[in-house]
């Protein structure tokens, strides 16, 4: 038997976070030492990796991962308000109908995640969400 599956990034796939995230980063931006990024910058950075923007950052490598977390911890408080990438909702439906088991992938918070999917009424759409970089158990130890 074979099981077809689709699994999606949450972040810019299936969540329009970009907004977000940039205004956050930019509020963290003279705390960790980098400069905002400005609606110019936008069109570049698009075509880089994620590492390729660090380094153009100028972050210290010793402080991403302190950054990440800050932006992770920032955006839990605005997971519920962001909105659906346009088309999403509608070609899940089409994959459930095809009965595609379903997923999201994330280095995102999984609280942030089931937010979203809650407040958008996507909960029961998804069958996992595996979890990248963060477990259930750090998430508990948040402040």
């Given at each position: 038997m074979t099981i077809?599956?689709?699994?999606?990034?949450?972040?810019?796939?299936?969540?329009?976070?970009?907004a977000a995230t940039i205004a956050i980063a930019n509020h963290l931006s003279g705390e960790f030492g980098y400069a905002p990024v400005t609606p110019a910058d936008l069109v570049e950075l698009s075509d880089l990796s994620s590492r390729e923007i660090v380094r153009r950052a100028n972050i210290p490598a010793i402080k991403l991962p302190c950054l990440l977390r800050r932006v992770q911890l920032e955006l839990r408080k605005q997971a519920a308000q962001l909105q659906p990438i346009p088309v999403i909702a509608a070609a899940l439906q089409k994959l459930r109908h095809r009965n595609y088991q379903l997923g999201i992938t994330t280095s995102n918070l999984e609280t942030n995640v089931r937010a979203f999917l809650e407040a958008h009424d996507l909960t029961d759409t998804?069958?996992?969400?595996?979890?990248?970089?963060?477990?259930r158990t750090?998430?508990?130890n948040d402040p």
């Open positions: 077809a599956a689709a699994v999606f990034d949450f972040d810019g796939t299936i969540a329009d976070s970009q998804f069958d996992f969400i595996p979890i990248c970089i963060r477990s750090d998430e508990v």
